[in-house]
């Protein structure tokens, strides 16, 4: 009985690639030209870039920051204090259980489906980008600051609730000073991640380098498609790596 548990638990994983694999419906036999294919686009962007479109590629990566910051501003402000009352020995029961819930709905969202249903309030403008951002970063950034909060290794809460502390003296001082060096790491993580979702964002018209890509990928100009691809990922690493850094320092200090 243990051999065909076993047996069956092996197979499983191979039974649903291959299901996968059908649905997909790859054409097996165009698999061989895929290589020759990139490489040839590969040199139609990057054997000539068109560097006359640099300060504009520029321009609008700047905007795609931009856009990432406020949302991760929203994100921030919004998901650390649900996150605090979602955790355990804060909040009440049925807050913690209903913002858990909440989190996880907002979770399954993902931002490019948040961005096109807020299109039909807000319109095509950079602030829909951002606001998509930061409603659907607060899922995760919640979530994380919860489970930082939960994990606290940290006898003051104890401390102050034996000495006839208040919750919110509790959060203030004996949860928050252990818990915000780790909430800080992980806002600067999410900002990372907006960073790149932006781009994503811009090509379902919410401006930044995203649309400024799609607009030329439309019209096959590869030489400028190569430019802002260079823009796109020099200035990412730049940010990833600055970023990187200050997390290690907070976490250093924590």
């Not at 998901?79 to 020995?89: D, E, R």
């Not at 430019?227 to 976490?251: F, K």
Request: net charge positive; proline share 5%; aromatic share 10%.
């Amino acid at each position: 009985m243990i051999l065909k548990d076993l047996d069956l638990r092996k197979l499983l994983p191979a039974a649903l690639l291959i299901l996968a694999l059908m649905t997909l419906g790859i054409e097996w036999r165009a698999l061989p030209e895929v290589p020759g294919q990139v490489w040839h686009y590969l040199q139609l962007m990057f054997s000539s870039p068109d560097w006359s479109r640099l300060p504009r590629a520029v321009a609008e990566m700047w905007r795609s920051i931009a856009m990432a910051w406020i949302g991760s501003l929203i994100c921030v402000i919004v998901s650390i204090p649900l996150g605090f009352l979602a955790a355990f020995g804060v909040g009440p029961l049925w807050l913690r259980q209903a913002l858990k819930v909440l989190f996880a709905v907002i979770r399954a969202f993902p931002e490019v489906v948040i961005a096109i249903i807020l299109l039909t309030v807000t319109g095509l403008t950079p602030f829909t980008g951002a606001l998509a951002l930061g409603i659907s970063g607060i899922g995760q950034q919640a979530k994380w600051t919860y489970e930082i909060v939960e994990s606290a290794k940290t006898t003051a809460p104890e401390a102050i609730r034996a000495a006839g502390g208040t919750t919110p003296t509790i959060v203030r001082w004996g949860l928050w000073p252990a818990c915000v060096p780790a909430i800080l790491s992980f806002a600067l993580y999410r900002f990372e991640i907006s960073i790149r979702t932006s781009a994503v964002l811009g090509i379902v018209g919410a401006g930044g380098i995203g649309s400024m890509l799609a607009n030329y990928t439309n019209y096959r100009a590869w030489d400028t498609v190569g430019v802002l691809l260079i823009v796109m990922v020099g200035i990412t690493m730049i940010i990833d790596a600055i970023s990187g850094r200050l997390r290690r320092a907070i976490m250093r200090q924590a």
